[in-house]
Structures are given as C-alpha cells and as structure tokens.
C-alpha cells in the first residue's frame, strides 16, 4: 500500500517561492507522482507530476514557468518548487500516485493529508 505524506505549505507574500515535499512510502518506482491543489469552493484540479523512472514531467498550462516538480529517487520525495506565487495559487496541495500522469482528480483514490498554501496580496 502506497502512502504520501505532503509537507513544506505556509503563509507566503505574492511574489515569494516555496518548496513543497512529497514523501512515498511502498511501490512507487513504476508510477507517476502528480501534484493537484484545492482552493476553497472548487475543484481539485491538476498542477503537475513527474515519472519517477524517467523523471519526465508534465505541467498544466497555469504554472508553466513559475513551477518545477523534480524527484529525489534516493529520498522517495518529489518536489514542487513554486516561484512567483500569486494569490490565486492559494489552495490545499495534494500528492497523488498513478502509473500515467491522470490530470482528472476524481481517477485517483490514494491521497496524502494535503499542505495548506496560502499566498497573500
């Protein structure tokens, strides 16, 4: 059984960076690890994930060059390094594993606790 504890959420200006962690425990090494984010009153909805064999990454268009995912395979820890925030990337940040990178978050059915992102104008 696969289990992903998300860390690294926190009270940030606009402008500013933060690094959220992704901690896999269980057989992981063949799948993609996703990242989603919920803000209050909507949908989960995709941000991006990486392959953890092939490090191959793919991201929704609203965080193209401001966010990176990148794996530490030795760490079992994926990283979301977020530049350049904005108020409305305040949301809840979820992990999520699959063998392909799902963007539909209702696919999955293994989610971590979730990190709380607030970003302030």
């Known amino acids: 059984q696969v289990q992903l504890v998300e860390s690294g959420g926190g009270l940030v200006q606009a402008g500013d960076s933060l690094r959220l962690s992704c901690t896999a425990s269980g057989r992981t090494f063949s799948n993609y690890i996703s990242w989603f984010r919920q803000a209050p009153g909507k949908e989960r909805e995709f941000v991006t994930a990486i392959s953890w064999s092939s490090g191959r990454t793919f991201d929704a268009d609203s965080v193209k060059g401001r966010f990176t995912v990148s794996r530490d395979n030795a760490k079992n820890t994926v990283y979301l390094q977020m530049n350049s925030l904005k108020p409305e990337d305040t949301a809840v940040y979820y992990c999520?594993?699959?063998?392909?990178?799902?963007?539909?978050?209702?696919?999955?059915?293994?989610w971590g606790q979730g990190t709380q992102v607030t970003v302030s104008s």
């Open positions: 999520a594993t699959d063998p392909s990178p799902i963007t539909y978050s209702g696919h999955y059915n293994i």
